[in-house]
């Protein structure tokens, strides 16, 4: 029985050597093999010398491999830092037969008249007390003492705004564009300094034809004509101008701004910084010629904007019941208008809005968006008398609303005819219907960057690269090969202890067969 086992145990310790000698070869065949298969097929020749080489050669192999991967952390970090930096690039096209109309704001220089003042005692004592103030104030304050006067009515005017309010219906006459009628596509807006304002919006596609007589043609009257205009302030002149009170400056300065801007927005203030509009004066024919610039913007780290799909329709808060609000947006803050002035806004509380304006958020610039400048404005002295009866479009617009009371028109059909003082003739046109783009795109994208990776990479030898796969394969083979090779190198060594110290049952097992072999050997020669 005994021999058996050991016979089993001398089987079983030739079978474990063979296998570790077995992973063994297949451990450093696999290892060099791969070496030698990267530094054939790729450009890995540092670590395959690092490996081949001994003594200073391998240091000096070391050295190399170091420095070249060195050199390509830092120029990959380069390449990184460079595209978190964003950079820009501008393409230009040039001749896009593609003008749009833009929207037209026309703010009337003067909000109300003296004849509007005579509905209530009231109005009158809030315009002399406001004008007695600011008077005595004068040398204590910077600016026009009547600017400030006008600012300060401005909570007056929206108490009474429903009946001292101007609206477009009295004061355009005529508005066609491109030869169609448009008088019913004015809104009312809102502004702290020109109180009520009109916005035309053109939705006209193009291509639109260009030069005289074929864009936007408005007549604007004055309306009462035996009425004083009441606070009638021109921004753009100095402030000793603005102040000056005898009684024919304010019908000399009563008349429009005008300012054009982008479909549903609204110009930005005060007028001193709009290089897109322009003061018009009853009596005058003016021609101005717009050109538009498309410029198409990327959404950057440092300068935010929103894209088209969801940037808000930028408009005026809304202060007065007729005008339009501010901007849409799925949340945001709910106003309550306390006598309706812009400095006596409470924030109510905090919900989704329910119509169009409830919610005052920031507006952000749009990344997409046209700039509209004036090419060139020429006024003329306007000679000419109009007859009312030629404003057919005017009453039917005016019949078909039902606007038949006195003051929704200071006008007659069969009336006398509207003196040229009176009226302001304009005439709105593209300069050319070709839009510049200034299209900005992003200098540096993703896939360049994993492409420049790629060349660098093998710039430098592929060695980081590789290196780090090789890593990967070796701990693949160590924990796939190495470790089953020591674990039977282990076993094996176990064994072969085994063998060199028996114990004390083999002890007994080796001596009985020796005593035994004795004992027959004796009696054999016997």
Known sequence: MKPMVANHAIDDEKRLEKKARRLASVFYGSRWGIWMDFAETTTLHGPIHITATKGKLRVYYAIVVFFMSSMFIAHASYLFLQYLSFPVLTEIKYGNIDFTYPDVTICPNSPFTDLDFNIDPRLMNSLNSSEKFWIEKKDAISGSPRMHQKRSMLSVFYRWSSVVGKRPHQYVLECQVNKFECLDNFIITEHPTYYRCFTLRVRVKPPVPAGPTNGIRLILHRGRTNARPLLSIVEEEPAALQSVDTWDTPFQKDGFFIAFHEQDTFPSFPVQSLPNGLTLRFGQTTRISLEQTHYEAVNLT??????????????????????????????????????????????????????????????????????????????????????????????????????????????????????SKDLIFLDIHPVSEMVNQIIENPGYLMTRFLSDLGGISGLYVGITMYTLAEIVDVITQFLCVYLPHVWAAAKLGVKKQLAKHPTNEDKETQLTESHTEQVFTETTSS
């Open 302 to 419: 440092g300068r935010v904007c929103a894209n088209e799909n969801h940037a808000p329709q930028i408009e005026l808060l809304r202060l007065d019941k007729e005008s339009q609000s501010n901007a849409d947006q799925t949340e945001g803050k709910l106003f309550l208008l306390l006598n309706a002035p812009s400095f006596l806004l409470r924030v109510v509380t905090s919900e989704e809005p329910h119509a169009v304006g409830d919610g005052l958020p920031g507006c952000p610039l749009r990344c997409k968006r046209r700039m509209i400048s004036v090419h060139s404005s020429l006024q003329s002295k306007l000679v000419q008398n109009v007859d009312p009866k030629i404003l057919i479009s005017y009453f039917e617009m005016l019949n078909l609303k039902g606007l038949k009371r006195l003051r929704d028109s200071f006008i007659k059909q069969n009336g006398p005819s509207i003196l």
